[in-house]
């Protein structure tokens, strides 16, 4: 006997495949989303935080002109502090074969052997230089790759005016150096910008810094208080010309490095959740509509006289059979995305290891959700139709009865003709299940919508950034202040600079109300300028005002200033005036840098200053058939601390959305076989549910392709109401994942474009249509003969 | 259309399927000519052949060998598409389950086909011809076993069909209500002229054909014309 209903079973399977394994596939891709989102992020938190506790990542940080290795006793002595590591770092550019624009290289003073030191390094290759290794480096690994160095490789670096030839004797890693780039810039530029640490006494004579530090960074105990210890800090530093300490959460690399996180958390906890429901929701509704369609042979099985156990029992094989191949897959093809994935980001992190673990919850959770799904979806059908009377059960469920709609009761006239009518009817008559239908290729839309809205956003703030703010080709930022006139025209003979736009960069602490910060100001010179504007929305520049002072609305909304307030500057540089200034305009900022910037006229700055008419650097319009000459001058220039190209950092930035838009396909794939799976298993229920009616229609003359339109139209109706929300979710979703994703770094402004919108609804339509004819095809073969005649 | 010309002649027609027991021969070389306007009945027990001949009549299958003309034309040549257009402009069907759309009214049901028809009648005048213009608003869950049946046989007439084709129209429906039915089916031929086939097992409903004809295995086994047909009312089984 149940030799017999296994027969069954494994031909029931056959017979079905098609849907069955459509079913597969939206299981396994629900199971494999989920598992592969939160492998990658339980993996990528573990692995930075075993680096960071393994490397002694500080908690603290600050420069100063020059403090006395005495101060760092202070600091030592300071409650909550647990540990002080002082450095020597200076920024020097460099001049690598093969690389003809100029590099620009952080010179870090290497922790002596017998030092316990915070911000260790992980020796990849090679080895630490060794004391008094005058002319040794250990170089970080991702610079060295990107500009093909190893171990024993050499390079020119303009040391303190003294052009010097160093070499590689180690490749390293370090927690906080995994995203850097030039001071000033928007990405971080493996290739053009590199870390060297050097013995300290070597660099301690270089730049007259005996007995003395320029950099410090603090270790904390647990449960310290890091704005106390900064407070104390900045009082024992500023004497020596500290810049202000900052926290962990406002160092550069583990600001970017976190907001990447972030974004790939906020991204999961929306996404994972979202795939699983959806996955649920469709394994219940396909589940019950299967069994449904199943009513008249758990009739006849019950009418041989099979127990409603076993009839129980063996559909519930079934549903069991589709779903566990779909988790095993799922969750096999999760682990194997996940670890690729994780390794990808891993890569780009240049973590020194990578700590992959899926915990068994994360595994658990999918079968459970899944299986709980389909479980409930099938048992709720098979329930109802193990307890009918077999002799109701065998004959197919009564015609469905058909009234009105209630918009037609209310004097509405359905429009169109009858297949149309029918069409309508169908819908409404059945509206949990078509809502549900359109539900399901809603939230598909949503999947698809939401990571292209997040890269469209992205690239528009690439295109503002450098198309309507950053206009220049290269920024040059000089070691110290020079006289405006003569440096302007040294710069504009280099060879090829076609345009010159002088600034000054110097630090402030600003004031309003209660609220205080150290920001950057920036004089440029008065009106619209060419090259380095701010702006006022996303594309008009915004000119310079000669009195009064431009905020960024970032600042803006940190102060709680608005157009017109009075704003107080305390300069810390020259004669340290105090003044206070009108807010003449608001500047849009998006990425962190101008996030708390402040600009205002040159000429106005310098006479608060009172240090005569003075710039810190250039930014330039190069002719860019020029370049190779232009940047062979400014590598031996020793007065340069730093050249940064704009199309380097372009190409750096489009290098990195790469990745994302990798992620972004991987999501696509998922969301059409999700809506594959949804759109293909309605149409082959309604089919089985309308086949006499298609069939009588091919036997009153309809064509194949006007039959076709029932089933197609159906489809089309519910896609057509499906992809609007969709993208309003999409929209939604992607507006929640921008703003997970701003912090003091980067500020995401939701930007969609058509184009994305256009592309997901050409995947969903595609995929509809693909499903759609699938099932179509199967109009195409019917008996007509047979159907007309036995249909009850 | 000339009456007493030929709507349909068949040649040699001869149907087999191929079954996993072997063939099966459904039709043995039939020969029979049907005049323009003629009502004819098909008798024979199950399996006899009869509704083979008319699905080939109607275009639903094809013969595997011999001929079937339609007005000179052979239908047996005709592509899917060819038949599919056959069966709209020229043939209406019933069949003894009503197929209708449960989500169609009556008339709108009618409509259904008119729609796709070039000349058609007005739906609702082609339920006034079965009696049924006081139920145009109920859906088929709404009305009784005859009543559907009627609204099957407006929706075959719908589009003045050349030939009505029914396959055992009375045979779900009780006497009273199949007498009902069959006077719909008479009432529309008379108004329209069209040539008609029907299929009963029953034989007394020859009584109401212009020629009744018997089939066995596969062949024609007799042929009887009438010369009073009676009209459906006097009929009784």
Known sequence: MTRALNIKLMRDFWRMRAQALAIVLVTAAGSAAFVMLLGTLHSLEQTQATYYER?????????????????????AHIAGVRKVTTRIVYNVVLDI?????????????????????????????????????????????????????????????VIKGHRRKLTVVGIGLSPEYIF?????????????????????DTLASAFDLRGAFNDVSLGLTPGANAQDVIDRVDAILEPCGGIGAYARKDHVSHAT????????????????????????????????????????????????????????????????????????????????????????????????????????????????????????????????????QPAVAIRPPPPPVYKRTLLERMGLRLFGDQPTRMILRHVLRWPVRSGLTALGIALATTILVAPLAVLDSAKHMVDVHFFASER??????????????????????????????????????????????????????????????????????????????VISNTLAEWLGAVKGDFIELHFLEARRPLVRLPVTAIAQAHVGLAFFMLH?????????????????????????????????QLKGTPSITGAVSSTAQLAAMHRIMAQTTRMTILLVAFAAAIVFG??????????????????????????????AYILLGELALLTAVAVPLGCLGGYLLAWKLTEGTSNEMFRLPLFVTRASYGYAILVIAGTVLLSGAAVVLRVFRFDLIGILKTRE | MTPGEPAFTAIALA????????????????DLELPEGEFLVLLGPSGSGKSTFLNILGGLDQPTTGQILFRGQDLSGYTERELTAYRREAVGFVFQIYNLMPSLTALENVALAAEIARDPLDPEEALDLVGLANRRGHFPAELSGGEQQRVAVARAIAKRPDVLLCDEPTGALDSRTGIVVLEAIARARRTLGTTTVLITHNASIGGMADRVVHFADGRIAGMRVNDSPRAPAELSW
């Open chain 1, 472 to 549: 220049q080709d290269l920024t040059v930022a000089f070691a110290q202040t020079r006289a405006s006139s003569p440096a302007l025209q040294a710069m504009s003979r280099e060879p090829g600079v076609l345009q010159a736009e002088p600034f000054r960069a110097t630090l402030a602490d600003v004031r309003f109300g209660a609220r205080q910060r150290r920001i950057t100001v920036l004089g440029r010179p008065g009106g619209v300028n060419e090259l380095s504007r701010p702006l006022a929305g996303q594309s008009e520049p915004l000119g310079i005002p000669s009195a009064g002072i």
């Open chain 1, 257 to 388: 490095l976190n907001g990447d996180i972030e974004q790939l958390r906020a991204t999961i906890e929306v996404a994972a959740p979202l795939f699983l429901g959806v996955v649920a929701f469709l394994l219940n509704m396909l589940m019950m509509r299967h069994i449904e369609t199943e009513r008249e042979s758990i009739g006849v099985l019950k009418a041989f006289g099979y127990s409603n156990q076993s009839v129980a029992w063996h559909y519930a094989k079934l549903v069991l059979v589709i779903v566990v191949l779909g988790i095993l897959a799922g969750l096999v093809g999760g682990a194997w995305l996940g670890r690729m994935v994780t390794q990808k980001y891993a890569a780009n992190y240049h973590f020194p290891f990578l700590q992959y673990a899926i915990t068994t919850s994360v595994f658990a959770e999918a079968a459970v959700v899944q299986f709980g799904a389909a479980l409930v979806g099938g048992f709720g059908s098979l329930r109802k139709a193990v307890l009918l």
């Open chain 2, 15 to 30: 149907k087999a399927y191929q079954t996993e027991a072997g063939e099966v021969h459904a039709l043995r070389g039939i």
């Open chain 1, 55 to 75: 490397y002694r990542f500080a908690d603290i940080f600050d420069n100063v002109r020059r403090a006395p290795d005495a101060r760092a006793v202070d600091l």
């Open chain 1, 180 to 200: 850097f780039g030039v001071p000033g810039t928007m990405v971080p530029d493996d290739q053009r910008f590199g870390v060297l640490w050097m013995d300290r």
């Open chain 1, 97 to 157: 074969g093969g690389m003809s624009e100029p590099v620009n290289g952080l010179l870090v003073s290497q922790p002596r052997p017998d030092e316990d030191a915070l911000n260790n390094i992980y020796i990849r290759r090679g080895r630490l230089v060794q004391p008094l290794g005058t002319d040794e480096v250990v170089m970080s690994e991702t610079f060295a790759d990107a500009n093909h160095l190893d171990v024993g490789s050499s390079f020119y670096a």
């Open chain 1, 600 to 632: 205002m006229d040159l000429d106005r700055l310098n006479a608060l200053m009172g240090d005569g008419d003075v710039i810190t650097g250039a930014h330039l319009r190069v002719d860019a058939t020029d370049r190779e000459p232009l940047y062979d």
């Open chain 1, 678 to 707: 949804v759109v293909y298993n309605s149409a082959r229920i309604s089919l089985a549910e309308r086949v006499g009616e298609l069939a009588t229609m091919r036997m009153l003359g309809f064509t194949r392709p006007e039959v």
